[in-house]
């Protein structure tokens, strides 16, 4: 079983070597990982430079690894499509510092670099555990090498995108899994404007968001300390808003079929 593990957090990003570690176990591992952080830079792909791969030796036998001058789309894709010669059988995105919950996964790097597998058509999987500071990595880790285990085994449909969250806990103090949906929340951004004499330039942050805590969402698994398994697809078809699109169709229609 080949893997690819990529992230969003860099090559040299402790979360990452730690999956590394548990999924050696299972399959032959490549990595593929931006050469500095690149959070919340969500799908986007480098279109007008050249992408340039350096190869990284951290001494793990077998493990051949690039740092990417480029963003974690960008090293899922160069690893798929011309770094990795043989087909990969699944790509596993992380581990990231902090969760990836409800509209996160628009934005998130994390899910970006995941998504490229995904829409070659190979299982992936995007992990995080729900936390900034003292993270504990080992459980995520030992969660994602029992998913690989599952697609090894042909247990898993293909293709499949699963986006993970783990609660900052040592396994013992984990309370159980769950499926669940995408939560919601409501963020506020916060915009600080300086000037450096020259020309004024701005900070964009996000401060703590409110979440709505529904049963069956991320938010509520994790408020729980349990881990959250959201299986995802691409469609962001609305059908709830089909009426009202279909008024204004006609109304457009009208204006410009005269």
């Known amino acids: 079983m080949k893997i690819l593990v ?45 992408v340039r791969a350096t190869e990284v030796d951290k001494g793990i036998e077998g493990v ?6 480029g963003t ?3 090293s899922a894709i160069l690893a798929l499509e011309s770094l990795i010669e043989d087909p990969v059988d699944l790509v596993v995105s992380g581990i990231n510092r902090g969760a990836n919950m409800g509209n996160d996964v628009l934005i998130s790097g994390t899910m970006g670099a995941a998504l490229q597998g995904f829409f070659r058509g190979i299982p992936s999987i995007a ?15 030992i969660v994602a090498r029992l998913l690989a285990k599952s697609v090894a085994e042909k247990r898993l449909s293909s293709p499949m995108l699963l986006n993970v969250n783990v609660p900052n806990q ?16 409501t963020y506020m951004d916060v915009i600080k404007e300086n000037d450096d004499g020259r020309k004024k330039y701005y900070w964009i942050s996000r401060e ?20 959250s398994i959201t299986p995802l697809h691409i469609d962001l078809i609305n059908s709830t808003t089909s009426k009202d699109v279909s008024k204004a169709v006609k109304e457009v229609r009208k204006s410009i079929l005269h």
């Open 127 to 141: 992990m995080s555990v729900a936390a900034l500071q003292d993270v504990h990595y080992s459980p995520a880790a």
């Open 208 to 227: 703590k968001p409110g979440w709505i805590l529904e049963k069956g969402l991320d938010i509520w698994s994790i408020r729980r300390k349990r881990i």
């Open 6 to 50: 990529t992230n969003d957090d860099g090559i040299h990003a402790e979360g990452l070597w730690a999956l590394v570690e548990e999924l050696r176990k299972v399959g032959e591992i490549v990595v593929s990982a931006p050469d500095r952080e690149q959070s919340g830079v969500g799908t986007a792909i480098s279109l007008n430079h050249p």
């Open 72 to 74: 974690p789309a960008d």
């Open 170 to 185: 040592p396994m013992e103090k984990i309370k159980g899994v769950s499926i669940t949906k995408l939560g919601r929340r």
């Open 64 to 69: 051949m690894a690039y740092a990417i001058e």
